[in-house]
């Protein structure tokens, strides 16, 4: 089984700072399957970010995926009030199907 | 746009069996490439993908959970549901349905808003 460890587990930084979130795989993930979300307190989690890369449909564009292999990074640039959540990373593949990071918090400091 | 709804018993006792039923508005839960998905959410945890089901009715289940689970489709009715069997209190956990990719994409979108559900006698 694929196991997806973030890191830092909590995040604390200030409106208009920038965020470096990653997501570390056990095997090598391709990269078209390892996907974004964030969750905000009581609702469920929006997509962000599929392909790594790829920002899905209404995500500003301050928010940027990249890596490959094992190693996957969420940036988030000049933070706004809105993007202190809890962030997942996901793979699909393998067994079982989908697996989620344990996520990362980002919170207002 | 889809809309996920889910909706059950917000309480199942302990050895019980849990039963939930995901509603889906704005299109149709047979056409296109989508299967459906259902994730739960233990309380100030992570999230944990429980299963899925195709339009055509084939499933596929977190081995994690060693064949409690079912998951299963009605077209007529725009829905599909989930059934655990044996619940215990690890059960306990905010359920959500989603829209899942099927075989063309690696995501879950839009969700449900999810309903929770407590294990206790």
């Known amino acids: 089984e694929i196991v997806l460890t973030q890191s830092p587990g909590t995040l604390s930084l200030s409106p208009g700072d920038s965020a470096t979130l990653s997501c570390r795989a056990s095997?090598?993930?391709?990269?078209?399957?390892l996907v974004w979300y964030q969750q905000k307190p009581g609702q469920a989690p929006r997509l962000l970010m599929d392909?790594?890369?790829s920002r899905a449909t209404g995500i500003p564009d301050r928010f940027s995926g990249s890596g490959s292999g094992t190693d996957f990074t969420l940036t988030i640039s000049r933070l706004e009030p809105e993007d202190f959540a809890v962030y997942y990373c996901?793979?699909?593949?393998?067994?079982?199907?989908?697996?989620f990071g344990q996520g990362t918090k980002l919170e207002i400091k | 746009q889809v809309q996920l709804q889910a909706s059950g018993p917000g309480l199942v006792k302990p050895s019980q069996t849990l039963s939930l039923t995901c509603t889906v508005s704005?299109?149709?839960?047979?056409?296109?490439?989508?299967?459906w998905s259902w994730i739960r959410q233990p309380a100030g945890k992570g999230l944990e993908w429980i299963g899925r089901?195709?339009?055509?009715?084939?499933?596929n289940y977190n081995p994690s959970l060693k064949g409690r689970v079912s998951i299963s489709i009605d077209t007529s009715k725009n829905q599909f549901s989930l059934t655990l069997n044996s619940v215990t209190a690890a059960d306990a956990a905010t359920y959500f349905c989603?829209?899942?990719?099927?075989?063309?994409?690696?995501?879950?979108?839009?969700w449900g808003q999810g309903t929770l559900v407590t294990v206790s006698s």
């Open positions: 089901v195709s339009p055509s009715g084939s499933t």
């Open positions: 989603a829209r899942d990719g099927g075989t063309y994409f690696e995501w879950f979108d839009p």
């Open positions: 392909g790594a890369s």
């Open positions: 996901q793979k699909y593949g393998g067994s079982p199907l989908y697996t």
């Open positions: 704005g299109g149709s839960i047979s056409s296109g490439v989508y299967y």
């Open positions: 095997q090598s993930v391709t990269s078209t399957y």
